[in-house]
């Protein structure tokens, strides 16, 4: 019995390119990523000051009535809403940054993991985002208030801009990271790394280590600590939620052993 003569393949145009090619597409997506952060950056810089003024209104909040923000350096004045507003500018370009990246490397992915990845690029920008925000509006107001409550009758707080600032930034990017706790559990799921069982079996290893975790990138106080550790634990839990859906289901051999 004849059987009809297959077409060779289609060669993967991406196999083929040298390496030179890959170096100058990887170039030009980064030209554009830079090209969006500066162009941003300078329509913001005009609100510089805007910014770090609703950047410092959860500290003036709990500052006492005769208290303020002091600059210990003549040039803290410019470069700290400066700062901030390049911060900003990297924040809000974050998904045409993650959508160069994605155009980068779409091609050398199969079509099954494009339809895992667009969904999990997508909700990692949500999640960092809502790491931001749980940090603005929840965690910093109290954990200043925290602080300031702690503060002798014969002190006055007045805090530097810029270590106000540097105290900030590290926590929007310390819950940021945290609430990407999700997807960072769901990829080593489907990745095969880890499964669902031995997840679940670590969990009481896993919750000691979200303490652990909080108490070492969080200011030296418990609040902060527990505001940190307990959405990151409940994120983990998401996560592993998320990956009893998504699980790859192991292939019985056996069940073909007869084929």
């Given at each position: 019995?004849?059987?009809?003569?297959?077409?060779?393949?289609?060669?993967?145009?991406?196999?083929?390119?040298?390496?030179?090619?890959?170096?100058?597409?990887?170039?030009?997506?980064?030209?554009?990523?830079?090209?969006?952060?500066?162009?941003?950056?300078?329509?913001?810089?005009?609100?510089?000051?805007?910014?770090?003024?609703?950047?410092?209104?959860?500290?003036?909040?709990?500052?006492p009535a005769n208290a303020t923000m002091i600059a210990t350096d003549i040039t803290t004045t410019f470069m700290s809403p400066i700062r901030l507003t390049l911060y900003v500018a990297v924040i809000l370009v974050m998904p045409y940054i993650l959508h160069q990246i994605w155009q980068f490397i779409a091609p050398a992915l199969y079509k099954n993991e494009k339809k895992i990845a667009i969904p999990?690029?997508?909700?990692?920008?949500?999640?960092?985002?809502?790491?931001?925000?749980?940090?603005?509006?929840?965690?910093?107001?109290?954990?200043?208030?925290?602080?300031?409550?702690?503060?002798?009758?014969?002190?006055?707080?007045?805090?530097?801009?810029?270590?106000?600032?540097?105290?900030?930034?590290?926590?929007?990017?310390?819950?940021?990271?945290?609430?990407?706790?999700?997807?960072?559990?769901?990829?080593?799921?489907?990745?095969?790394?880890?499964?669902?069982?031995?997840?679940?079996?670590?969990?009481?290893?896993?919750?000691?280590?979200?303490?652990?975790?909080?108490?070492?990138?969080?200011?030296?106080?418990?609040?902060?600590?527990?505001?940190?550790?307990?959405?990151?634990?409940?994120?983990?839990?998401?996560?592993?939620?998320?990956?009893?859906?998504?699980?790859?289901?192991?292939?019985?051999?056996?069940?073909?052993?007869?084929?």
């Amino acid at each position: 019995m004849s059987h009809a003569t297959l077409p060779p393949p289609r060669p993967d145009p991406l196999s083929e390119m040298p390496i030179t090619a890959h170096l100058i597409e990887l170039r030009a997506h980064l030209v554009r990523i830079f090209i969006a952060v500066i162009g941003l950056f300078m329509v913001l810089a005009y609100f510089a000051r805007d910014l770090y003024q609703l950047l410092s209104l959860p500290l003036q909040a709990v500052l006492p009535a005769n208290a303020t923000m002091i600059a210990t350096d003549i040039t803290t004045t410019f470069m700290s809403p400066i700062r901030l507003t390049l911060y900003v500018a990297v924040i809000l370009v974050m998904p045409y940054i993650l959508h160069q990246i994605w155009q980068f490397i779409a091609p050398a992915l199969y079509k099954n993991e494009k339809k895992i990845a667009i969904p999990i690029l997508i909700s990692s920008v949500l999640l960092f985002y809502c790491g931001i925000a749980f940090a603005y509006f929840l965690a910093l107001p109290n954990i200043l208030k925290f602080f300031i409550m702690f503060s002798p009758d014969n002190v006055i707080p007045m805090t530097d801009i810029d270590s106000y600032l540097s105290f900030a930034l590290k926590l929007f990017m310390v819950f940021g990271l945290t609430f990407e706790v999700p997807v960072a559990t769901l990829l080593l799921i489907l990745a095969g790394v880890v499964s669902v069982e031995s997840l679940v079996d670590k969990r009481r290893y896993i919750v000691v280590g979200c303490f652990a975790v909080s108490a070492i990138v969080t200011p030296p106080d418990g609040l902060s600590m527990l505001m940190l550790a307990i959405p990151m634990w409940l994120l983990f839990e998401l996560g592993l939620l998320m990956g009893r859906f998504l699980e790859p289901k192991p292939v019985d051999l056996t069940a073909h052993e007869g084929d």
